[in-house]
């Protein structure tokens, strides 16, 4: 099969917070790290699509994202690394870990986001994803995307080679997956095994058991730095030892054996082959470093807008409380976005005519750099954060979110608009489908067109301003190319 290699999984928000250690806490006897770095990056089954992204496949996300400012940050993580994301609504919070780190060692981990919220039906791009999928991969972390009835009901559909990572809280794997890839607590855990005369005896042990009640084709269990075992139809296990061994940071290790395989699967290894190619690259990746050293640089985090007064209207925490209160009365989101540089009436018509459409408004606004990428080093004229209390301050506009990439995949995967806006003459000039046409059917949303008032345009405003004029262009031909592309 050519489709891509899709994860469906949980996916939480991981920080590792960076310091030093020089002394104790003077009322309680507990060291104080005084931080130094902090790094935020897609753990559960983000971390695992990441990795296989990074291995130069295509790769797709089915996951719960909430409406927060977690999820808003896992959505650029991830679109920075290139993982195309198909959301799936989640109440309640996006689940974080945070690991509080000294000279490369864990000296306490918090946990937040509370307990798990519910999954919500995934629509039909999803359904299509999963039966074109050339692999997948479930990597369960317990939350609840693997029990979701009708993901459950396309996994076992699938003509895809399925790897199943699962978790002690979560679901059994559906019916004839390929690979089921337990670590030996899992298999303990999941299994119910007694401890048998040797570790090889209980962890094939186990997976044999799993094997059977799972109806899988096999399951591998990962012996850390001693490689895995494989447990297939045969009455004889495979030991598969590592190449080396390794010591280091062993975070996301599993991730990555099970990305591996899939990814072999997908290019129709044997089972025997991809367990091998896994235990390779698993064993690689420790030595390298582990997650530190395996993902790309840091994505910085959104430009901060303004400071109050007026910015409570503008920011990921001011859209996702407006998002969420509309979402829960059973309204409808509608966004739109663009530059908005020297807003004029032609911008303030296409954003009335938005507002309209549903019950909120939310504003994507490209950032300076986003902006001086797109139209060059003079713009814009106006920053971002002046730009950004001009549209929150009209009332049409109930949020703006700031966004610094060349296009608003991101911030659209994490909002999730039912509506989806521009400007312009594409209804009627024979124009092809808007870009964000693909992005929005993945969760069942829309795009649409509003008209543009006829001879506004910032660049013209900007040539007059610099005593340039427009250039001799008569009324008709002033129209605004950004607000017919987004209101840039």
């Known amino acids: 099969m050519t489709g891509p290699v899709v994860?469906?999984?949980?996916?939480?928000?991981?920080?590792?917070?960076?310091g030093l250690v020089n002394r104790l806490c003077p009322d309680s006897p507990v060291p104080v790290l005084d931080e130094s770095a902090a790094v935020d990056r897609p753990g559960g089954a983000g971390l695992a699509a990441v990795f296989a992204a990074a291995q130069g496949v295509e790769v797709a996300l089915v996951t719960a994202l909430a409406d927060d400012e977690g999820a808003a940050r896992l959505s650029t993580l991830l679109a920075a690394a290139?993982?195309?994301?198909?959301?799936?609504?989640?109440?309640?919070?996006?689940?974080?870990k945070i690991r509080l780190r000294a000279r490369g060692r864990v000296l306490l981990r918090h946990d937040r986001g509370g307990p798990p919220g519910e999954p919500?039906?995934?629509?039909?791009?999803?359904?299509?994803?999963?039966?074109?999928?050339?692999?997948?991969?479930?990597?369960?972390?317990?939350?609840?995307?693997?029990?979701q009835p009708a993901l459950r009901a396309a996994l076992a559909a699938t003509r895809a080679p399925v790897v199943w990572d699962p978790h002690p809280r979560g679901p059994?794997?559906?019916?004839?997956?390929?690979?089921?890839?337990?670590?030996?607590?899992?298999?303990?855990?999941?299994?119910?095994?007694a401890p048998g005369v040797?570790?090889?005896?209980?962890?094939?042990?186990?997976?044999?058991?799993?094997?059977?009640?799972?109806?899988?084709?096999?399951?591998?269990?990962?012996?850390?730095?001693?490689?895995?075992?494989?447990?297939?139809?045969?009455?004889?296990?495979?030991?598969?030892?590592?190449?080396?061994?390794?010591?280091?940071?062993?975070?996301?290790?599993?991730d990555r054996f099970a990305a591996t395989a899939s990814i072999a699967l997908s290019r129709g290894a044997l089972v025997s082959e991809a367990v091998q190619a896994a235990v390779e690259e698993a064993s690689a990746y420790v030595a390298a470093g582990g997650v530190a050293a395996a993902l790309p640089?840091?994505?910085?985090?959104?430009?901060?807008?303004?400071?109050?007064?007026?910015?409570?209207?503008?920011?990921?925490?001011?859209?996702?409380?407006?998002?969420?209160e509309v979402r829960a009365a059973g309204g409808t989101v509608v966004a739109t976005g663009g530059c908005f540089d020297l807003l004029h009436a032609g911008h303030v018509a296409t954003l009335e005519a938005?507002?309209?459409?549903?019950?909120?408004?939310?504003?994507?606004?490209?950032?300076?750099?986003?902006?001086?990428?797109l139209k060059g080093p003079d713009r814009p004229v106006v920053p971002h954060g002046d730009r950004g209390r001009l549209l929150a301050a009209?009332?049409?506009?109930?949020?703006?979110?700031?966004?610094?990439?060349?296009?608003?995949?991101?911030?659209?995967?994490?909002?999730?608009?039912?509506?989806?806006?521009?400007?312009?003459?594409?209804?009627?000039?024979?124009?092809?489908?808007?870009?964000?046409?693909?992005?929005?059917?993945?969760?069942?949303?829309?795009?649409?067109?509003?008209?543009?008032?006829?001879?506004?345009?910032?660049?013209?405003?900007?040539?007059?301003?610099r005593g340039g004029g427009a250039g001799g262009r008569g009324p008709g031909a002033g129209v605004d190319r950004a607000t017919a592309e987004g209101a840039r």
């Open 172 to 193: 059994a794997a559906v019916p004839g997956v390929h690979l089921a890839t337990p670590n030996e607590s899992e298999v303990r855990e999941l299994a119910k095994t």
């Open 7 to 18: 994860v469906v999984g949980d996916i939480l928000l991981d920080r590792d917070v960076e």
């Open 394 to 465: 009209l009332s049409c506009v109930d949020a703006v979110v700031i966004f610094d990439e060349a296009t608003p995949e991101a911030a659209l995967t994490w909002l999730r608009p039912d509506i989806w806006v521009k400007g312009g003459d594409y209804a009627t000039g024979g124009e092809p489908a808007l870009p964000e046409a693909e992005l929005l059917r993945r969760w069942g949303g829309h795009t649409v067109v509003v008209p543009y008032l006829n001879g506004r345009s910032t660049t013209d405003m900007i040539a007059a301003a």
């Open 82 to 96: 290139g993982v195309r994301v198909y959301p799936l609504p989640l109440r309640g919070a996006t689940p974080e």
């Open 120 to 147: 919500g039906e995934p629509g039909d791009a999803v359904l299509r994803l999963l039966a074109g999928a050339s692999a997948v991969l479930v990597s369960d972390y317990g939350r609840g995307v693997a029990r």
């Open 354 to 373: 938005a507002r309209q459409l549903g019950d909120c408004l939310v504003v994507c606004l490209n950032s300076d750099a986003s902006v001086a990428g």
């Open 198 to 254: 040797s570790r090889l005896a209980t962890a094939s042990r186990g997976a044999q058991g799993l094997r059977r009640r799972w109806q899988a084709g096999a399951v591998a269990v990962t012996l850390g730095g001693d490689g895995a075992l494989l447990c297939h139809a045969g009455s004889t296990p495979l030991v598969v030892p590592a190449p080396a061994s390794a010591e280091g940071d062993t975070c996301g290790a599993g």
């Open 297 to 324: 640089p840091p994505v910085r985090t959104a430009p901060v807008a303004v400071s109050r007064p007026g910015g409570e209207r503008i920011g990921v925490g001011a859209a996702a409380a407006v998002v969420a």
